[in-house]
């Protein structure tokens, strides 16, 4: 068995001498190292952007066993050049292998820290933080797997948080050497990874799906929530021999505020049998966000409105159909979110606009000439029209909108819009030809069929 992928270490060691440039990128720092990588902060001035970079140690490039496996952790990697593109995947840039020179990987640097550093149980994140990082880890890894690929090596180490303080503002999955490429021709590296977070399947060196990352992810949970892995021993075989035999000790027991259902889904995802565990991603991911919505989790000081939340409320309404995840990830971090109590004018008749809402919760009513004409409730966009509008003159609002059940909604202005991804802008012009569509529908059945629309 290869040795697992090293974790990296924070390196401020004075004096350090840094390479001034590595290919076209300016050095600007060394972020950590390992046994057989170095890992750089630096400028890509073409774009205007800093970039981490990973290069393979000179001393693990001789013909040996070990510079053949590092080779191939290259390869994989590299294979990943500018194929991940999510949020919560760190994005792989560029490989660079020339002769007589180190291999690197440009990869997309994410200001932060690893997972690590929450795992000691005096540094314990809130439990509704943690199950938020499962979340997100778990729509990630499913965004993979359904590329074919397994990570194979899913541990604190590999997942970058992003902080404010020291609340997780959002979590990504990187170092994907040891992924397994479901499509992949050529022969791949078994029995790779962590062996604190490896599955009895992984360790056997058995036919893999999603379910030996379900475990793995399970067992980081495990480990933020208790400050202790679910295994834990000196000597390798120790650990091994508990993977294929122990029960991990009760969540309950270890932590505070643990409730049965999360203590329930996290063993039942560590299950040595992997047909025990859920299924898929997705029926594990809905599992840790039906946590959240049943209060099985307690809320942290900051009692607010969780990504988890919004994404699956946005998965519900019928604006967004056809987003995929990615799409709704977008618009979960871009949009801006407000609430409206019963009577608010979101509009008022002759009031020029430039926004536009979409209902997720609530309902509002639409007046004109003191009569009320319509109401819309959740799914249906409010304000598009004038928002679409060609000219100033025509973004002038035809009728008054009231809120008359209180309201949360996702809102956008031409900057805001403007931030998003092509591809995320396409489905919203989508969306507003349906939009379109019915409501021309509706006038001309109004015409058509007064008595029947009364």
């Known amino acids: 068995m290869p040795p697992p992928s090293p974790d990296f270490i924070l390196s401020d060691t004075p004096g350090t001498a840094l390479p001034a440039q590595i290919g076209k990128y300016r050095v600007l720092a060394k972020l950590g190292e390992g046994a057989t990588s170095e890992v750089f902060l630096a400028r890509d001035d073409f774009h205007g952007v800093e970039v981490a970079i990973k290069r393979v140690r000179t001393a693990v490039l001789s013909d040996s066993r070990e510079s053949h496996f590092q080779r191939r952790f290259f390869a994989a990697e590299a294979a990943l050049v500018g194929r991940l593109q999510h949020p919560n995947v760190v994005r792989i840039l560029d490989a660079v292998s020339e002769v007589d020179e180190p291999p690197y990987l440009v990869m997309e640097f994410v200001p932060g820290s690893t ?10 994140l809130p439990l509704d933080q943690i199950v938020e990082i499962g979340f997100k880890c778990a729509m990630a890894l499913d965004y993979m797997f359904r590329q074919g690929l397994i990570h194979r090596d899913v541990k604190p180490a590999n997942l970058l948080a992003t902080l ?35 599955s009895p399947e992984q360790l056997d060196g058995d036919t893999l799906d999603c379910r030996a990352d379900i475990y793995s992810l399970a067992g980081v949970l495990y480990h933020l929530i208790a400050g202790r892995p679910p295994f834990d021993a000196v000597q ?42 859920p299924a898929n991603w997705e029926e594990f991911a809905q599992a840790l966000s039906a946590l959240v919505a049943n209060r099985d989790v307690p809320r942290g000081q900051l009692q607010g409105v969780l990504d988890s939340e919004r994404f699956n409320l946005l998965r519900k309404l019928e604006f967004f159909t056809g987003f995929g995840d990615v799409e709704l990830w977008e618009v979960v971090h871009r949009a801006k979110w407000q609430r409206f109590s019963f009577g608010h004018a979101l509009y008022r008749k002759g009031q020029e606009g430039n926004s536009f809402h979409i209902i997720a919760l609530g309902q509002v009513d639409v007046y004109r000439d003191g009569q009320r004409v319509a109401q819309l409730g959740a799914g249906n966009s409010v304000g598009e029209m004038a928002y679409l509008a060609p000219s100033p003159d025509l973004r002038v ?15 956008f202005t031409p900057d805001t819009l403007q931030q998003l991804s092509i591809n995320t802008r396409h489905l919203f012009d989508n969306a507003f030809i349906r939009v379109l569509v019915r409501r021309l529908h509706a006038a001309h059945e109004a015409l058509a069929h007064p008595r029947r629309i009364l």
């Not at 997972?115 to 314990?124: G, I, Q, S, Y």
């Not at 809120?403 to 949360?408: A, G, I, K, N, Q």
């Open 236 to 277: 390798q075989a120790a650990i091994m021999h508990q993977i294929y035999t122990a029960t991990p000790p009760p969540l309950q027991g270890l932590r505070e505020g643990v409730s049965p259902a999360l203590e329930a889904l996290i063993l039942r995802a560590l299950s040595k049998n992997r047909d025990e565990r």
């Open 115 to 124: 997972l690590r550093k929450f795992c000691r149980a005096d540094a314990l």
């Open 397 to 411: 609002h035809s009728a008054d909108i009231l809120v008359s059940d209180p309201l949360t909604c996702i809102s």
């Open 164 to 198: 404010d303080g020291d609340h997780v503002v959002d979590v990504k999955i990187t170092d994907f050497g040891s992924v397994f490429n479901l499509d992949a021709d050529r022969t791949q590296i078994y029995r790779v990874g962590s062996l604190a977070y490896m």
